[in-house]
Every structure is written in structure tokens, then in C-alpha cells.
Nanobody
């Protein structure tokens, strides 16, 4: 059974940085794309950033472009999300997900077959 485990969340001041980590274990078939999503209280889950596991393609939500960076280390089955210049609106539970490249837009929740349990990020002003 595949498992995705996030870590690195916590409390941060606006303008500071946090780095999230997602470690994948188990067999996820041929899925070759991973993404970070977030969900704020009372809001829908939204895509934050995505990365192809075989190529250099990355995708970002407009709200985080220039501030967040997604990266991967395939030797460690790990994907990272470096979050800089944090804002209070970045607060939420952050989830990593794994799915197939293509098969719909990267920010589409239904595209992903595997999800982590989430890690909380709270940014105060």
C-alpha cells in the first residue's frame, strides 16, 4: 500500500519561510506527477504547485508564483515545497498528492490517486 507522508509544517511569521517535505513509500504504479495542495478552513482544496517526476516541468498557482518553489529528489522518493515570503493567506493544511501526468489540469483534485494526511501551516501577521 502506497503512503505519502508530509512534514515541515508549523507556525510562521509573515515574511518568513518554511519548507515542507513529502516522502512517498510503496508502489504507486506508473504515476509520474506530484503536487502540493492546500485547504484553508471553510474553503475548497486548491492546487499550489506541481512537478513532473521525470522531466523539469513545474506548475504553480498564480498566488504563489515567485514565492514558492517545488523540487524533488527521486533517489529519496521525496518532493519538497519551499515557501518564502509567507503571507497570512497561505495558512491552511498542506497535502501532497501523486497522480499521472496529463489526464486533466495539474490542479484538478480528481487527477490524483494518492494523498498524504496533511501538515498544518499557520502564518501570522
Amino acid at each position: 500500500q502506497a503512503q505519502l507522508v508530509e512534514s515541515g509544517g508549523g507556525s510562521a511569521q509573515a515574511g518568513s519561510s518554511l519548507k515542507l517535505t513529502c516522502i512517498v513509500s510503496g508502489n504507486t504504479g506508473g504515476y509520474n506527477y506530484m503536487a502540493w495542495f492546500r485547504q484553508a478552513p471553510g474553503k475548497e482544496r486548491e492546487g499550489v504547485a506541481g512537478i513532473h517526476l521525470d522531466y523539469l516541468d513545474t506548475d504553480y498557482a498564480d498566488s504563489v508564483k515567485g514565492r514558492f518553489a517545488i523540487s524533488r529528489d527521486n533517489t529519496k522518493n521525496t518532493v519538497y515545497l519551499e515557501m518564502n515570503s509567507l503571507k497570512p493567506e497561505d495558512t491552511g493544511t498542506y497535502y501532497c498528492a501523486k497522480g499521472p501526468y496529463g489526464n486533466g489540469p495539474w490542479w484538478s483534485i480528481s487527477k490524483y490517486g494518492y494523498w498524504g494526511q496533511g501538515t498544518q501551516v499557520t502564518v501570522s501577521s
